[in-house]
């Protein structure tokens, strides 16, 4: 059986943590931030960690990710 390719979509927006977990940088900071409140821009600041279903099915895109 061949290899599994890694999906680079995926393997370029999430980072696997030491504990397994799933982290995406939040959207919306790129620009326009004027707009958007210091308070918003804070919580934006800080990765998103992906939890349940949607962790499974995207560490299926990612062969290394697999425990």
Known sequence: ?????TNKGVAKRIKITGTGKLM???A????L???KSS???RHMRRPGIIAG???QRLRRLLPYGVP
């Open 1 to 5: 059986m061949p290899k599994m390719k």
């Open 24 to 26: 995406y940088r939040k």
């Open 28 to 31: 919306g900071k790129r620009h």
């Open 33 to 35: 931030m004027g707009s």
């Open 39 to 41: 308070k918003r821009t």
């Open 53 to 55: 279903v949607e962790a």
